[in-house]
C-alpha cells in the first residue's frame, strides 16, 4: 500500500532485553527534541517558538496509557510548546520536566515522586546528553537517526526517525514484547 508507515525496531548494540523486562516496565519517559520531534525549532520574528510532532508518535504513548503504563517527558530546553504537548496526551504535570540539563538527577526525582524504580522505567533518547540515563534505565531505547554513540547503549533502535514515527514504533514494541495483552487492550 503506497505510504503506509511500517512500525518495526532493531536491536540495539545491547540487545532485546528478556521479556521480564518489559513486564516489568510502569514509566516510560521521553526526551522530547529529536525524539517527539524531528529536532527542528522554528522560531518566528516575534519569538514564537514551533515544532513539528508526529499524531500518530502520540497515538503510540496513548497506547502505553491504555495498558497502565506511565508516560514522561524529560527535556534539557524549556518550552510551552512542550507542556501544550503533554496536556493534549493526558502526561501529568509531575511527569513532564523541562530544562534538566544534566538529566539523571532529575529522572531520579521523577522516579521518587512516582514511586518507581530505574529498572521499572525505559527511556527514549536520541543525543549525548541523554547517555547517563539510557546507561541506567531497565530499557534503552532510540530513533533510528540517533547520535551513535546513543545507539551504541540502547537495547532498542526504532527504524524510523524522531518525529517520524520512531516513538509509535518503540511503543507498539514494547506493549507486544510484554506479552500479556498489552497489546490487545
Known sequence: ???AQSYHVRPGARGFPAVEVYRGLKLIVFDVDGVLTDGRIIIDSNGVESKFFNVRDGAGMTFLRYADLQVGL???????VVDFRAKELHIPVERVRQGAKVKLPVLAQMLKDCGVTLEQTAYVGDDIIDLPVLEQTGLACCPADAHPEIAKACHVVSGSDGGRGGVRAICEH????????????
Request: no cysteine; net charge positive.
Open 74 to 80: 524529560l527535556t534539557g530546553r524549556t518550552s510551552t
Open 1 to 3: 500500500m503506497a505510504g
Open 174 to 185: 514494547i506493549l507486544k514484547q510484554r506479552d500479556d495483552g498489552s497489546w490487545e487492550r
